[in-house]
Antibody, heavy 118, light 112 residues
Framework: EVQLVESGGDLGQPGGSLRLSCAAS????????MSWVRRAPGKGLEWVAN????????HYVDSVKGRFTISRDNAKNSLYLQMNSLRVEDTAVYYC???????????WGQGTTVTVSS | DVVMTQSPLSLPVTLGQPASISCRSS???????????LNWFQQRPGQSPRRLIY???NRDSGVPDRFSGSGSDTDFTLKISRVEAEDVGVYYC?????????FGGGTKVEIK
């Protein structure tokens, strides 16, 4: 069964850091582009970041550039999102999703909740 | 950035009746290879998003055939031929032609 399982969501302080993880199983992880998407409370979906299969190409939404870093470990079938300089507006459920622009986001995890508050 | 505009914001529907959601992009979504990277997602209450349609009109595996996608260039539509109770949720369009990927604001489908 194709599965994505996120972890690492927590309560963080403004200016602080958190690291999200996504464990993939049931497919050839190293063959796929991967993305992070978030949904803030009361708002819609927002794409956050994407990484290509070998990790050599990364893209970010402007609001997280310079603060968030997407990475992957293909040997561990894992995707990561390092979140630094957290802001209150980063509060959201963060989803890991398989795919990117051309392939679309065809498989989603259950989400992990990040709350940024003092 | 490409702005995706959905309408309506809220769509009350009677069970068994059709429903239609519009999605318009601020620029053409036709990529240089001729493909149009427009997707539709469903997010039921308390669940993760699920892709329904990719490249305008291709249904994902397991998606009921009452869901259909159509459109071209900047104007796209998701149709539900006969709404069922399990279709309640928020529907989003998303373009994958340009960076950054962008979603529409969502359309909430509810039963009258």
């Amino acid at each position: 069964e194709v599965q994505l399982v996120e972890s690492g969501g927590d309560l963080g302080q403004p200016g602080g850091s958190l690291r999200l993880s996504c464990a993939a199983s049931g497919f050839s992880f190293s063959s796929y582009s991967m993305s992070w998407v978030r949904r803030a409370p009361g708002k819609g979906l927002e794409w956050v970041a994407n990484i290509n299969p070998d990790g050599g190409e990364k893209h970010y939404v402007d609001s997280v550039k310079g603060r968030f870093t997407i990475s992957r470990d293909n040997a561990k079938n894992s995707l990561y999102l390092q979140m630094n300089s957290l802001r209150v507006e980063d509060t959201a459920v963060y989803y890991c999703a398989r795919g990117g622009p051309a392939s679309g986001l065809d498989v989603w995890g259950q989400g992990t909740t990040v709350t940024v508050s003092s | 950035d490409v702005v995706m505009t959905q309408s309506p914001l809220s769509l009350p529907v009677t069970l068994g009746q059709p429903a239609s959601i519009s999605c318009r992009s601020s620029q053409s979504l036709v990529y240089s290879n001729g493909n149009t990277y427009l997707n539709w997602f469903q997010q039921r209450p308390g669940q993760s998003p699920r892709r329904l349609i990719y490249k305008v009109s291709n249904r994902d595996s397991g998606v009921p055939d009452r869901f259909s996608g159509s459109g071209s260039d900047t104007d796209f539509t998701l149709k539900i031929s006969r709404v069922e109770a399990e279709d309640v949720g928020v529907y989003y369009c998303m373009q994958g032609t340009y960076w950054p990927l962008t979603f529409g604001g969502g359309t909430k489908v509810e039963i009258k």
